[in-house]
């Protein structure tokens, strides 16, 4: 499907989900010394079809040889600069409760590409101190802060009472990416992207699957 406006193929949130899968699984391949590996062996280890595969990559060109599969490094690099994760981004954190600390520790971040560069929060206790390396900054300096280290990207964990005034300014200081761990729904702008993680609503889900005998389709 192409985008009228823009002229541009529309690519489905399900394709750059999966994506990310082949990211993944295209990383333990090369580490476990694989130099190729054939769609219908990718399909095979994310619970795909060798057809969706092939279909979600033809979205971004030609990839691989007829009959000789996928040069796995290759492959992943490609789909690294896809998913724009053969760069660093700047990334700040704000809210340094249970989840803002934890996710702050998760070396993952890092890994991918995400770097922490500033933490915020409004507790006096706080700010000042030394938190995984980093100094943690009052909420109130955030807005000219975000500018000068040049942050593209938050996560926000703050209680959901706080949250919308927050993303104002977040949005105001021209951040165009969100990471929400809040409980509520965000009202941005169109040209700003709010992914949501609600860990209760997995859990939820969770229990629903396992009291009900759930099948998914």
Do not use: C
Not at 11 to 17: A, G, L
Not at 20 to 33: D, Q
Not at 153 to 169: F, G, K, N, R
């Amino acid at each position: 499907m192409v985008n009228r406006d823009t002229g541009k193929k529309k690519i489905s949130e399900s394709t750059i989900r999966r994506l990310s899968l082949y990211y993944r699984a295209l990383s333990l391949l090369e580490k476990e010394n694989y130099e190729t590996i054939s769609s219908r062996e990718l399909a095979k280890r994310e619970k795909l079809t060798p057809a969706q595969v092939r279909k979600d990559l033809s979205f971004f060109g030609s990839f691989g040889t007829r009959g000789l599969g996928y040069p796995v490094s290759e492959l992943k690099d490609r789909i690294a600069k896809i998913l724009g994760i053969n760069r660093i981004w700047n990334v700040a954190m704000i809210g340094v409760g249970n989840i803002g600390s934890a996710l702050v520790s998760y070396k993952e971040f890092q890994k991918q590409g995400f770097a922490i560069k500033l933490i915020f929060d409004n507790d006096q206790r706080k700010i000042g101190s030394n938190h995984k390396g980093l100094i943690v900054s009052d909420i109130k300096e955030m807005p000219h802060l975000l500018l000068e280290h040049n942050i593209e990207m938050v996560v926000l964990a703050v209680p959901a009472i706080v949250a919308q005034y927050i993303v104002d300014e977040v949005v105001q200081a021209g951040i165009k990416a969100i990471l929400n761990f809040a409980p509520i729904n965000l009202k941005v702008p169109d040209d700003v992207f709010v992914r949501n993680e609600n860990m209760s609503m997995e859990l939820e889900y969770l229990s629903f699957a396992i009291s009900n005998n759930y099948t998914p389709n």
